[in-house]
């Protein structure tokens, strides 16, 4: 009878076991389930999150530097600002007393190409040397590739006059 006893308990421990086990396995399956979940709802959520600071920084930074913008935009000539470029090179021969013409543009047509502009000054020599240092200072980055002087001889109703002719490339010509 002892036996019959102790196969009926080990019989029973072996079932308690086993639905110990299965109930383990499913609570585990079910936690391994629910941590999956949680983790695409946290990942949606810091996705969002996330999104939302880079737009605001982004915000923020371009709240900071609308000056820093604006200054750099005063730097640059984009191909719709040509022509006022050109216009400024003719407002300077009006300032320094010189006659200035603009007889050729070239725009570049692809990126690392120069943008040239030639043109030619008539007056005094303090006029076209007056014209010479304000085309330098303008607020673009210019290159003056070419100069050339020539000097009128004075007749007895006018004094010496002066003839240049002038090839600057713009540096700070932004293609698009």
Request: glycine share 4%; net charge neutral.
């Amino acid at each position: 009878m002892n036996n019959g006893k102790i196969k009926k308990t080990i019989i029973l421990f072996i079932i308690v076991d086993a639905i110990l086990f299965f109930l383990y396995l499913g609570l585990f399956f079910a936690t391994h389930w629910r941590n999956t979940q949680t983790q695409e709802i946290y990942a949606s959520f810091y996705q969002q999150t996330s999104d939302a600071e880079t737009l605001k920084r982004l915000e923020s930074s371009l709240s900071d530097t609308e000056k820093q913008r604006a200054l750099l935009n005063e730097h640059l000539i984009t191909p719709s600002q040509t022509l006022t470029f050109i216009e400024q090179i003719e407002s300077l021969g009006k300032q320094s007393l010189a006659d200035v013409q603009v007889t050729s543009v070239a725009s570049p047509k692809k990126k690392g190409e120069p943008f040239l502009l030639e043109f030619t000054a008539s007056g005094g020599f303090e006029n076209i040397y007056r014209l010479f240092s304000l085309v330098e200072e303008m607020p673009y980055r210019v290159t003056i590739r070419k100069v050339n002087l020539l000097a009128n001889p004075p007749s007895n109703e006018l004094p010496s006059s002066w003839r240049a002719s002038f090839t600057i490339v713009l540096d700070s010509y932004l293609m698009p």
